[in-house]
DNA sequence: GTCTGATATGTTAGCGCTAACAAAGCGGTC
DNA sequence: GACCGCTTTGTTAGCGCTAACATATCAGAC
């Protein structure tokens, strides 16, 4: 008898008490918990309410100790477009609050910065890294990366590069179903206001657009094309000279939503109206896309849903490195999403 | 000899190895680690030194489970304004990641989705929640959490409430400053759009409005006080009238960047030009602010800060709970910051 | 009945760290 | 020198969980 001092904290709820509840060993609770099969169901059932009536939760804390795998996962950004981040973080979180995954947080500016910052997590401990946007798609941060031995899993890369296991939507097919859906319209004159020049996203989706133009039969007006920087003046720039064309065009498809927002603002000063007169459409459904009015027709990307299997990717990884196994680069393409809003419509509705 | 097998993952240091290194105790090393006092000041080199050398980072939980202050906190969060949210996880992410918090995150659809997701919390062994505004200045939600028995911490409130440990600015003097600013600028004739009326920042901000112009000597119009309601739409509309005034103002604060953002586009389709025949401000410095054009001058909160502030709060808190301790709540108030960009300008400039 | 090979459960020890206690070292006081 | 109180270091055990091994149970085959 006479253990000298509890150090229990008080009421927690172990895995002892539910074992010493139904009646069997911990190691018979540890394995329901687990999902592990070789248990009688009779017996995970009873574990089960018991689990129920004790409101007991595993101490993740416990379990990454015991096993071994306590993940520690770096997060990469930089440049964020706001409103992917905090999606991104959302998606990383409810993932990893499940996996039990530690996770350091980092910011640089743009790839230049990522070295020192990559440093500072590896120093920390850290077991991989999640890259975003644009971090994602920079070969040299994978070559850093690479050289200091670390795993890691870009989220929403544009250029598919089969060394570098990622997820992200397809980009080329998402602008191609926009264009599809705004020709549907009856939309024929098409103006498309283009992304970043550095940026892949950029060309892959001007190449979705040209496709889907091409298919329909119609003639990409080179007066309707024009270069923007993702930036909200630049849309503002570019839909300003597509709207003094002679023959302007009915319809502007912006590379991202910024560009877009940038876009309702010329049609708005040159009194014209949105969807009325001009439709215009975005890509990314970023919080500007709701924001503005009107709300952007635009495309969306489950980024929470790409973050959460990033998570999943980076743990597998790490437990693969860890057991000295070899990792097969996985390439994860999940599904987008058209989302119309009011600032679409039919052509010729004034 | 022969322990039969060893689940030591492989390379990882351990505080062991530190204190071999060095040639003290493991204690010892903990002691240097946590920062404790009573380690002779050459031990302590010495031990920092090892520390450095071989590289070792502590096993956040292996300690969260020695020191039974594994604290699982929960995040909620409604209706975000998804540039606050992202700074907002940006700062829990680095502070946690600190202190070993396990987080947990929820979204409801306003305070009255707010008690299924604390059920959830709670049954999934949270020990304390973090409120992002809105729900922060409910108090229906405090009092769920209370009937809960779930210590919390509000971030950004605007309500002060003594009974409830938050982390704020002072959105009186923000707006006071703000507008004090305009004034400087030799604005006389300044709109204000106000926010939600359920808001309480609204009628706080409007409250600073009002009384910097009191001291001023200048007698606030009521035409130029319009009810808006956070929505970029209701920016638009409300500039809108106050333009169309007679004597139209020279200045427009509105109570968030969304607004100001809408009344921008307003001041645009009028043809009319920010700053020089208008000067418009926001409030919170979200992306919106920095996404527009003109850029907006506007007041930011440090809410990175406020944030990381709150999840050390919350352990104390929780700390405090477990040894059965009072807990005092604190209102901590931080520093807003005015942010000039390219939407204000003295009057009278074109 | 006994042996085989499965499945189901229990036992032991240890993951890395630190709370609590124990002990050693050190200076000063009477 | 014996005693006190203080600082510094060490020892032990245990946080909650699970890997690895050990054992029990059972069905079926010969």
Redesign the interface.
């Known amino acids: 008898m006479a253990r000298k001092v509890s150090?229990?904290?008080?009421n927690i709820v172990t895995i002892h008490d539910v074992a010493r509840h139904v009646g069997v060993s911990p190691m018979t609770v540890s394995r329901v918990i687990n999902g592990e099969k070789n248990v009688r169901e009779e017996t995970r059932a009873k574990v089960l309410a018991s689990v129920e009536a004790l409101?007991y939760?595993p101490?993740?804390?416990?379990r990454?100790?015991a096993t071994?795998?306590?993940a520690r996962i770096g997060?990469l950004y930089s440049n964020?477009?706001?409103?992917f981040?905090?999606?991104f973080?959302?998606g990383i979180?409810?993932e990893s609050?499940q996996s039990?995954a530690?996770?350091?947080?980092e910011?640089c500016e743009g790839p230049e910065g990522a070295t020192a910052a990559l440093e500072k997590m590896k120093?920390?401990?850290c077991d991989g890294v999640i890259l975003s946007p644009p971090l994602s798609d920079s070969s040299r941060v994978a070559k850093v990366l690479r050289d200091m031995d670390l795993p890691f899993v870009g989220v929403a890369m544009a250029r598919p590069d089969p060394q570098v296991c990622c997820v992200t939507i397809d980009d080329f097919k998402a602008a191609f179903s926009m264009t599809k859906r705004l020709i549907e319209l009856g939309h024929q004159r098409i103006g498309f206001i283009k992304g970043h020049p550095n940026a892949y996203a950029s060309q892959t989706r001007f190449e979705g657009f040209e496709a889907a133009m091409q298919k329909a039969g119609i003639t990409v007006d080179p007066a309707l094309v024009a270069q923007g920087y993702f930036?909200?003046?630049s849309g503002?720039d570019a839909a300003e000279r597509m709207l003094n064309c002679k023959d302007r065009p009915t319809a502007i498809f912006a590379s991202n939503d910024?560009m877009a927002?940038?876009a309702v603002?010329t049609v708005?000063?040159m009194?014209l109206d949105v969807p009325d007169h001009v439709t215009i459409v975005g890509f990314d459904d970023?919080?500007?896309a709701s924001?503005?009015?009107p709300e952007l027709t635009t495309v969306r990307q489950p980024i929470a849903d790409m973050a959460a299997l990033s998570v999943r990717l980076m743990n597998d990884q790490i437990r693969a490195k860890?057991l000295g196994k070899p990792f097969e680069p996985v390439r994860e393409i999940r599904d987008f999403a058209l989302i119309e809003r009011q600032s679409s419509a039919p052509v010729g509705t004034a």
């Open positions: 150090r229990r904290g008080g409101n939760s101490n993740l804390a416990a990454s100790l071994q795998d306590s997060l964020p477009s706001v409103a981040l905090s999606e973080l959302v979180l409810s609050s039990g530690q996770l350091l947080i910011s120093a920390n401990g930036t909200y003046r503002f910024d927002a940038g603002a708005h000063r009194g970023t919080a500007m924001s503005v009015w860890r």
